[in-house]
């Protein structure tokens, strides 16, 4: 069995129409990149859903979905919860608590240490 890349991002908890231009940059190079990365999003530090990101999420799905990947959503508020099952996001996106959690559901080994990279997402990447 092949091992596919596992590329967590950690999302800002200030999400602006820069940072999502930016985001979706990250997002189709990680899935066009060779093997295909299996992306968890981690929304632990975004309170609210705003417009800019609900689009984000939705794009984010369109462009994993066309590179054969897989996402995951983790540490989504309650209230962005709610947002993401009235825009029925929930419906074609996994949804775990933790990062943790996620990782069991990727059927990863362990879960990888935080890389900071140039963009002010964070990110940590391993293999599965």
Not at 20 to 39: C, Y
Not at 67 to 74: P, Q, T
Not at 99 to 110: K, R
Request: some cysteine; proline content about 7%.
């Amino acid at each position: 069995m092949t091992s596919r890349q596992v590329a967590i991002k950690k999302l800002p908890d200030c999400f602006d129409k820069n940072s999502r231009m930016r985001f979706l940059r990250e997002i189709k190079a990680l899935v066009e990149t060779p093997g295909h990365p299996r992306l968890i999003l981690d929304l632990s530090s975004v309170p609210q859903l705003n417009p800019e990101l609900i689009d984000a999420l939705v794009e984010c799905v369109d462009r994993v979905e066309r590179a054969d990947s897989e996402l995951i959503i983790v540490g989504a508020s309650p209230e962005a919860e709610v947002v993401l099952e009235l825009t029925q996001l929930t419906s074609i996106i996994n949804m775990f608590p933790s990062v943790a959690e996620a990782a069991i559901g990727f059927q990863l080994p362990d879960v990888y240490p935080l890389k900071h990279d140039s963009s002010g997402l964070h990110s940590r990447v391993g293999t599965a």
